[in-house]
């Protein structure tokens, strides 16, 4: 049976983290308030559980969800090879709207649809999100709407689009709670350097490349790298040529011809 709680009551929201941490622990489906727009939850170990998550938005196995957890040092229990620009995006902007793909740890024993190997991660920056994930671990998450229709601001609308198929729904009031349009996370391809922003989302372009200058932005084309120049051998030294005075200097001066009044010039070079 759904139930809904209003955790902007202190005894609402234990009644309902409470409830929302059995249902995940019985692999079901529940929704929760992050800081860019509510999310239906699962839990990331269970393949039942994700399988329920992504038949209840319409998503096939192609479009796995991505993966929130508690805190910053959960990061290197499931992902590997996990750069120093990646690690400093997610020290700066986590928790927050950023989203990191990683490679996944190879030993984890789960199943999110067709990953290839990745796991997408974030750290939510929404106090009822970080609560429930520090009583649960890691859950998968996608936003709480049908695929292909609008992301669902409050509880309240994820429940028109998702219905009974949620056991259990944590209104937090409007999100973001600023009042202004959702905004999803900006998602980093981390898997390879340079990373590369594959979604834009909460966090700007600028913002990335004031941490890490070589981000490539959505589309863009990491440049060719220059080619090594080719050692190139000097040519052969050629004999210096000598120059005119050393020429003349070479071997004894020849004499000069004695030329007697009335004889003619030899037809020999000329000296001198």
């Not at 489906?29 to 393949?47: E, K, L, N, R």
């Not at 990373?195 to 990335?208: D, H, M, T």
């Not at 007697?260 to 020999?268: C, D, H, K, T, V």
């Amino acid at each position: 049976m759904t139930t809904s709680y209003d955790c902007t009551s202190e005894e609402a929201r234990a009644d309902g983290i409470e409830h929302a941490r059995r249902a995940i622990s019985e692999k079901k489906c529940i929704v929760m308030p992050t800081d860019t727009v509510y999310g239906i939850a699962a839990d990331a170990f269970s393949p039942q559980a994700v399988t329920m998550l992504l038949v209840s938005k319409g998503r096939s196995r192609q479009m796995p969800p991505p993966v929130l957890i508690p805190r910053l040092g959960a990061l290197d229990g499931l992902a590997t090879e996990v750069s120093d620009e990646a690690r400093k995006l997610a020290e700066t902007f986590w928790p927050g709207g950023l989203t990191l793909i990683f490679h996944a740890q190879p030993s984890l024993d789960w199943d999110l649809g067709e990953t290839r190997g990745t796991v997408a991660l974030r750290m939510p920056d929404d106090e009822i999100a970080l609560e429930l994930l520090n009583r649960t671990g890691p859950l998968a998450v996608s936003s709480a709407n049908r695929t292909g229709q609008t992301a669902a601001r409050t509880a309240a609308e994820a429940q028109e689009q998702l219905a009974e198929s949620v056991e259990v729904y944590l209104e937090g009031g409007l999100r973001p709670v600023d009042g202004e349009e959702g905004v999803p996370s900006t998602i980093v391809d981390a898997t390879a350097l340079p990373l590369r922003v594959v979604r834009e989302g909460a966090v700007s372009l600028e913002q990335l490349r004031q941490l890490v200058p070589g981000v490539l932005a959505l589309g863009e084309v990491a440049p060719e790298p220059m080619p090594e120049a080719e050692e190139v051998p000097p040519p052969p030294e050629e004999p210096e040529e000598a120059a005119p005075e050393d020429v003349a200097s070479e071997g004894p001066e020849p004499e000069a011809e004695k030329t007697q009044p009335g004889n003619a010039p030899s037809s020999g070079p000329a000296a001198g």
